[in-house]
């Protein structure tokens, strides 16, 4: 099961829920904005991400801008009330399963989700089609 947390659905949030069905891989939606994350949701989270707030907190954001956020003007219980109420400070999507996490649509970092034997078997499968389109055989069929 892989989980998408989202405040706006956009087309990168889009992207993901299409790629990772087209993996048959299980997904379930959640728009933050209308069922706010709960502060055990945003400490899994955090622990999940390899950078902490860095790979959550989206620097960009207006509202992050607004509200001047940065980790030496809050505590981690003022980041994740901050969250709570304000979900457009999160980079959008969230895409996580039990142990990883990717923020945004990046096709190669989404492959995270995908068994390693199925990421072969796509890679070779894309070999083989390259392959075959830029062949050249000397005598038509």
Request: glycine letters at 2%; hydrophobic letters at 35%; charged letters at 25%.
């Amino acid at each position: 099961m892989v989980w998408i947390y989202y405040h706006t659905n956009d087309p990168s949030k889009r992207k993901a829920v299409k790629w990772l069905t087209a993996h048959r891989l299980s997904v379930n939606e959640r728009n933050i904005e209308k069922q706010s994350l709960t502060q055990s949701e945003i400490f899994n989270l955090l622990s999940k991400s390899i950078n902490g707030t860095a790979d959550l907190i989206s620097s960009r954001s207006r509202d992050t801008k607004a509200l001047k956020l940065t980790s030496e003007n809050l505590t981690i219980n003022q980041l994740v009330k901050t969250i709570q109420k304000n979900p457009h400070v999160l980079k959008n999507p969230i895409i996580c399963d039990e142990n990883k996490l990717v923020t945004g649509f990046d096709q190669e970092k989404m492959g995270i989700f995908v068994s390693q034997q199925e990421r072969r078997d796509e890679l070779a499968n894309l070999l083989l089609k390259h392959n075959l389109q830029t062949s050249h055989f000397a005598f038509p069929f």
